[in-house]
């Protein structure tokens, strides 16, 4: 702003608008588009009107990065992420353990996967981020999603096809119970079970997996009645593919932030981690990789009792 000239609301919209054109134009057409399904008609301009509104009125800072190029790539981007300000454009937030995109996104274009899926689907999270790059970022990535909520069972059936990067979000053992069928990896009360049942979803996953692909598993630690259960242990215990990248996911708005507790022995969990694991030529050609999870369980048993340890 030139020296002596007074800064009015004017002067702000004007800055502001400059700044959306250069940065966020295609949010702003996604928004438009949205509004557009339950009010046709609305000028694109009006939206533009609005959200100048909106900055003047402070609530800039409340819509955050949501704000910004949300399909463009972080590519400053370390391992420990944290996402303060949720981005609500994707999946549905009333969905129990729904994730923020912007991990996934970041990654899947990080690795330029073309061929993505998701057996954990949830509320859609990662669908809508891969439509999203397709329609703002003219991306060609095909996708396949599935959740045992729509009839796809991971401990039984496997990917249908093969892909470069795979997602997966699994229940963080039964904090959050998504329902009553068996197959359920949050149905199970004892925590050997479910921690097998997650390991044989995983292995369908790396089945699944081109070589050279990705296999990212976002996961959180329990802790229950002062017991803490390290889930991201046995993950990192999976026996196929090569560790690429542990990730530090910082936690904003768990149900549990809304209760109040007094001073707690240990301090609250408020992380949760992204294993990424690569499908590397030699692993394919191992037997370890032809065996399937069970078998290695069923083996070590046998070591176990032979060897008396
Ligand atoms: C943490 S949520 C995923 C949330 C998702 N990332 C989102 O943003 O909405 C875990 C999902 O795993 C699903 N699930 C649990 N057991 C499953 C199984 N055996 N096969 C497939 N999906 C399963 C649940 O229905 C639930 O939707």
Redesign the pocket.
Known sequence: MPEGEEMSNTTIRTLVLEYVDQNGASHIREMHIEILQRRPNTPEHTIRARLSEAVTEGLLSRLGEGFYDIYAEDEAMTSVVSYPVRCNQ???PR???????RL?KNLLLRYRAQKVA?????????KDVVEGLNRHKKKNISFWG????TG??????KLPGSFEFI?I????WNI?R??D?L?????HEDYEQFRK?LMI?LQHCYEALETGGRLAV?IGDVRRRGKYTPIVKDVLNFPYGELRSIIIKVQHNCTSDRKKYGKLEDPPIKHEYCLVFKKTDNDCQSTKQRQTYVQLEIENAVRAVQTGK
Request: hydrophobic share 25%; net charge negative.
């Open positions: 994707w999946g549905s969905y129990r353990g729904n994730c923020d995109g996934f998701d057996p954990m689907l949830g509320s859609g999270t990662t599935g959740d045992l909520k796809f069972d991971l401990t039984k059936q997602w979000h699994p229940p963080y959050v998504y329902g069928n197959n359920d990896l949050s149905n049942f979803c976002l």
